[in-house]
């Protein structure tokens, strides 16, 4: 069976990271590599062509934007937006064999805050998490680890 990969932006620094996303089995999303780092082109018009180049099958949907550069985390963010960016960096440390923080044990009550207030059809009502100055610190210093599992 031949997997499909997504096309995903990681727009950081002022610069676009094409890259492809896909499921590799039913537990671990993946992001393709090569030589241990993360597989990227600056244009869309690059990957596709890569991607055309090796039978790559792309998906029809749209390509996922990552703008760190616009990241910003305050009282006032969308928890959905911030589980995205959390869990696009769990698929990084699975896919570079890297270490990330945000699996450990000491941020599980943040992520299932933020989880909860993602308001997804499993919620069995509407959540709207009250975030302390802890969870805020606690939030940014997991983006800001992650980020460095950005190797190119």
């Known amino acids: 069976m031949l997997n499909e990969f997504y096309l995903i932006n990681i727009y950081i620094n002022m610069s676009n990271h094409f890259c492809f996303y896909y499921y590799k089995d039913e537990e671990f999303d993946q992001v393709m590599c090569f030589d241990n780092k993360?597989?990227?082109f600056d244009t869309e018009v690059k990957a596709r062509s890569f991607a055309e180049g090796n039978n790559m099958v792309i998906s029809e949907?749209?390509?996922a934007i990552y703008d760190f550069d616009n990241?910003?985390?305050?009282k006032d963010f969308?928890?959905?937006d911030v589980i995205e960016y959390w869990n696009l960096f769990d698929t990084i440390s699975n896919s570079l064999n890297m270490k990330f923080i945000g699996k450990n044990r000491k941020y599980y009550h943040t992520y299932k805050k933020l989880f909860g207030g993602c308001n997804?059809?499993?919620?069995?009502y509407e959540y709207h998490p009250?975030?302390?100055?802890?969870?805020?610190?606690?939030?940014q210093k997991v983006l800001k680890q992650g980020q460095t599992l950005l190797v190119w």
């Open 120 to 124: 997804t059809a499993m919620n069995l």
């Open 38 to 40: 993360i597989l990227y």
């Open 78 to 80: 969308d928890c959905k």
């Open 61 to 63: 949907n749209d390509t």
């Open 71 to 74: 990241l910003k985390i305050s």
């Open 130 to 139: 009250v975030w302390t100055n802890k969870d805020i610190k606690d939030i």
